[in-house]
């Protein structure tokens, strides 16, 4: 079908009007977008990631109560011309305005977000890091009343790495030693990444084992010789590092290393708006990227 309607832009803030999916070529309503922690690095990315997305529009944004941010226009965080969204401190203004809410946070404030949308139609992209198990627990719940799509990485290139890591453990077994290497920028306050810790989730359940039996985080002083049913996670904190991650598998005589590097953040945020575009039409459960990109 060829598309009979063009988009309807307004300062750039795309209306309701039916828009051209150039993937499809069929007419779709746009997404009505929001983001939480949009004064944040990886928030103003994603106001700039929105306004290049044919299909989904900005109709909200909010950081922490008491931040200069809070009152000015979208644009000077995002770039680009006014948008006429202005940063709130109030989550309700959110609520009322938008159909997913992208949140990049911190576990505790992401956690509030899914508890303020429960009893609505809004679904959550949660890109937040570092949730401990009971976090984990209640994030999970939340899912039965919310559509809620969580990755700990929403790049392309790393989702197409977890499933080459499945593919890898699967067929190299437990005669390979599991070592998971991880960088990031000196700002990063949870270790290992969230990355790092689903790829070797990732590798522990190809293996038949339970990463939270198996894990070993860092290693100092007399160690003894390695444990082949370990997995090892050795964390890097320097500089303006976006972040890399490789997954080392040593046998005797050989080593495979796969690795992801992320250059720009953008591939992030991208990806969370594409994922954003997708949740909008799905029932509660609780999703990641390999839903979006049909991985699954
Ligand atoms: P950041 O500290 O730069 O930004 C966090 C933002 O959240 C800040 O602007 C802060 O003011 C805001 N905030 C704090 N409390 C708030 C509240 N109560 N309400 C609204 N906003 C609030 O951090 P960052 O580098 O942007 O990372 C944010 C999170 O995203 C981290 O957990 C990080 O690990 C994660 N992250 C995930 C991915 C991914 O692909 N999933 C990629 C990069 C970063």
Same mark, same amino acid.
């Given at each position: 079908?060829?598309?009979?309607?063009?988009?309807?832009?307004?300062?750039?803030?795309?209306?309701?009007?039916? &828009?051209?999916?150039?993937?499809?070529?069929?007419?779709?309503?746009?997404?009505?977008?929001?983001?939480?922690?949009?004064?944040? !690095?990886?928030? $103003?990315?994603?106001?700039?990631? &929105?306004?290049?997305?044919?299909?989904?529009?900005?109709?909200?944004?909010?950081?922490?109560?008491?931040?200069?941010?809070?009152?000015?226009?979208?644009?000077? /965080?995002?770039?680009?011309?006014?948008?006429?969204?202005?940063?709130?401190?109030?989550?309700?203004?959110?609520?009322?305005?938008?159909?997913?809410?992208?949140?990049?946070?911190?576990?505790?404030?992401?956690?509030?977000?899914?508890?303020?949308?429960?009893?609505?139609?809004?679904?959550?992209?949660?890109?937040?890091?570092?949730?401990?198990?009971?976090?984990?627990?209640?994030?999970?719940?939340?899912?039965?009343?919310?559509?809620?799509?969580?990755?700990?990485?929403?790049?392309?290139?790393?989702?197409?790495?977890?499933?080459?890591?499945?593919?890898?453990? $699967?067929?190299? +077994?437990?005669?390979?030693?599991?070592?998971?290497?991880?960088?990031?920028? =000196?700002?990063?306050?949870?270790?290992?990444?969230?990355?790092?810790?689903?790829?070797?989730?990732?590798?522990?359940?190809? /293996? +038949? =084992?339970?990463?939270?039996?198996?894990?070993?985080?860092? !290693?100092?002083?007399?160690?003894?010789? =390695?444990?082949?049913?370990?997995?090892?996670?050795?964390?890097?904190?320097?500089?303006? &590092?976006? +972040?890399?991650?490789?997954?080392?598998?040593? +046998?005797?005589?050989?080593?495979?290393?796969?690795?992801?590097?992320?250059?720009?953040?953008?591939?992030?945020? $991208?990806?969370?708006? !594409?994922?954003?575009?997708?949740?909008?039409?799905?029932?509660?459960?609780?999703?990641?990227? $390999?839903?979006?990109?049909?991985?699954?």
């Amino acid at each position: 079908m060829q598309c009979a309607f063009e988009a309807v832009i307004f300062s750039g803030v795309t209306s309701d009007s039916a &828009i051209c999916n150039q993937e499809n070529n069929e007419l779709s309503t746009p997404v009505k977008l929001a983001v939480n922690g949009a004064a944040g !690095r990886m928030g $103003r990315q994603l106001l700039a990631a &929105i306004a290049e997305h044919q299909d989904g529009y900005l109709t909200g944004a909010a950081d922490a109560p008491g931040q200069p941010t809070i009152g000015i226009d979208t644009s000077v /965080l995002g770039g680009g011309e006014a948008t006429g969204v202005l940063v709130t401190d109030d989550l309700s203004v959110l609520l009322g305005s938008s159909q997913v809410i992208v949140d990049f946070t911190a576990p505790a404030v992401s956690l509030g977000v899914l508890e303020a949308v429960a009893d609505s139609e809004v679904a959550v992209v949660v890109g937040t890091t570092g949730f401990n198990p009971e976090q984990l627990k209640q994030l999970e719940a939340y899912a039965l009343k919310t559509p809620i799509m969580f990755a700990p990485n929403y790049s392309v290139g790393v989702t197409v790495a977890l499933d080459l890591l499945d593919k890898a453990a $699967r067929a190299l +077994g437990d005669d390979y030693d599991v070592e998971v290497i991880e960088a990031h920028h =000196r700002h990063k306050v949870d270790a290992p990444s969230g990355t790092a810790l689903k790829m070797g989730d990732v590798v522990a359940k190809a /293996l +038949g =084992r339970d990463l939270n039996e198996c894990a070993v985080y860092g !290693r100092e002083g007399i160690t003894g010789s =390695r444990d082949t049913q370990t997995i090892g996670f050795e964390t890097i904190r320097a500089g303006d &590092i976006i +972040g890399e991650h490789t997954v080392l598998f040593a +046998g005797n005589g050989e080593r495979i290393e796969i690795t992801h590097r992320a250059t720009d953040r953008m591939t992030f945020a $991208r990806g969370a708006i !594409r994922a954003a575009v997708w949740l909008a039409s799905q029932p509660p459960g609780l999703y990641d990227m $390999r839903d979006v990109l049909g991985l699954t």
